[in-house]
């Protein structure tokens, strides 16, 4: 049967404008996240991309007007563009998809109305249609959103799809911004941290949000330094809507189905850092028998950018592997989970070969992917 | 690998319906919100959790129960083996909306949690105890292509997959939930049950 191997990839985050400067900047500890406390809004911590610089790199990179886009639109379509620029595809190639990621799109047009931007595009499929035409792409997109899981899930899709012979390349971009609507949604429900994320801490005290859009060209093609998709899986709780399991079944069920005869090299979580998340993946990796495997959270960093997050963390995980370096779990200091994990606490050089990525999210929603080179 | 569709249901205005026979009627000029709330009583459900979903997860609800009772009866099914695929227009536009609403005055956290397509996913889950694949696909329309394809890659590992179309608005509901899976050995059966192909998925949709 065909593989699915990821080739080149961008993200567009407050740490970095391309794949590189931002496995620069968390190879050397530096998080996008700070201190956003306003007169409006009790104290919260999110990791947040400068307006000025995003108009100004999208005015030189791209000859699309800045007025007709949003913010999601328009960090999607720069980074999207920069893996069609850096690999070459053929976008107007029938053998060619584009799956666009996402958990709340435009949402700010709810509250924020523009003279430039129709009223449509608060509907997923028009933002990104409106990225996909600005890209040239002659397929039609598809378009998944799924809760906090909506990244990975595009991958794993796009890993199927390319498996089963549908398309030969497929580019997955994933984005989310953070707006008013998300920011007041999760400060309702008490889950963001008043400083900067401690995901498996004993002391962490909830999430940070954050955004980011990220990019992965995926195709059947084994090229040097390629990284195989090699299992993915999904799965649902059945448990709660907006509670994780308390004894990891979903999560726990994907990590049985990827189990080959090699442990992991380490695993990259979900770690949000609220209490109860970090605790159920703790449970289900003691259940999978991975709880010695080094593990680490990236939501230090990047903050929680919800539907680009799948993406943002796979390609850290694939620059890991091709670049032998183990990065650390950054805010972590003392164990904080039931199952004492073998959390990364310093980044360093290491050859490794897989590594498992996990994410969770509402609605039960949890996916797994083994990533080999 | 033959597939083949098992049974469907079909949630409009005027009630729902399972393999062409009426579940459900809803009595005219009533509001749609309303609407959900009587066809849910006329199944005689019973689960008090309905009445606290936006309406998507009750319109979901509704239209996966005349599909997954048997599966909650019959231990033959193995519950990781089932696959929840969906798909709207709107993702959770309704909900995202009302709760817009509540928030220059006191965010609502019980209507930001449904603030998210896939939150039905999860809502059906619960009900049937199925722990499978999940996906929410948004497309502009009701696409059998997509969803015939993607079935047919999730039936290669798994046993039953539950397709669906959702899209709820202030004035329309339009459900359509099938369920496929490989055709049965049992020649007896064969015939009973219709090809797994996107122009049958589509005629069963315009019906």
Known sequence: ?373 | MNTVIHSYTRLKNEGLWHNKNLCAAASENKELVKTLDELYKEMVLEYPKFYKMDSLCKAGILCAEPLLKNTDTNPSFDKQKIALVFSNKNASLQTDCAYEHTRNTFPSPSLFVYTLPNIVIGEVAIKHKITGENIFFIEPSFNAQLLYHYAEILLQENDLVLCAWLHITDNALDGFFYTVMKEPIDTEKKSTFIQHKAENIHKLYMQ
């Open chain 1, 1 to 373: 049967m065909t593989s699915a191997y990821i080739q080149h990839s961008n993200i567009i985050s407050p740490l970095g404008f391309n794949t590189a400067e931002n496995f620069t900047s968390v190879c050397q500890g530096i998080s996008g996240v700070k201190d956003y406390s306003s007169s409006s809004q009790k104290k919260y911590y999110a990791a947040a991309l400068n307006n000025t610089l995003l108009d100004a790199f999208f005015c030189s990179q791209t000859k699309c007007n800045p007025l007709y886009y949003t913010r999601a639109e328009k960090m999607s379509i720069l980074s999207a563009q920069d893996v069609i620029n850096t690999s070459n595809i053929e976008v107007s190639n029938p053998r060619t998809l584009f799956i666009f990621s996402t958990t709340k799109g435009n949402v700010e047009l709810l509250e924020n109305k523009s003279a430039y931007i129709p009223e449509n595009r608060i509907y997923l499929y028009e933002t990104a249609h409106a990225v996909s035409l600005a890209l040239g792409f002659k397929n039609k997109p598809l378009v998944i959103s799924n809760a906090c899981i909506s990244g990975l899930l595009a991958l794993i899709v796009a890993k199927r799809l390319i498996e089963n012979n549908q398309y030969d390349s497929i580019i997955i971009t994933g984005v989310d911004v953070l707006s008013d609507f998300i920011l007041s949604g999760f400060n309702s429900l008490n889950a963001l941290s008043t400083e900067a994320c401690k995901p498996f801490d004993k002391d962490r005290s909830g999430i940070n949000l954050g955004e980011a859009a990220a990019t992965v060209l995926l195709s059947k093609e084994r090229k040097e330094k390629s990284v195989r998709m090699e299992a993915a899986y999904s799965s649902n709780d059945a448990n709660h809507i907006s509670g994780p399991s308390r004894t990891g079944e979903g999560l726990y069920q994907c990590l049985q189905k990827i189990q080959t005869k090699n442990t992991p090299d380490f695993i990259n979580a979900h770690g949000t850092a609220t209490i109860y998340n970090d605790e159920m993946e703790a449970v289900a990796f003691s259940r999978a028998g991975l709880q010695g495997v080094p593990v680490a959270s990236f939501k230090n960093y990047y903050g929680h950018t919800l539907g680009a997050a799948g993406v943002v963390e796979s390609i850290l995980c694939v620059e890991s592997l091709r670049q032998e370096k183990m990065i650390a779990s950054k805010g972590f200091e003392k164990q904080g989970t039931s199952v004492a994990l073998n959390v990364i606490q310093n980044t360093h050089h290491k050859k490794s070969t897989s590594c498992i990525k996990t994410a969770s999210g509402f609605g039960g929603c949890n996916a797994v992917a083994l990533y080999t080179i």
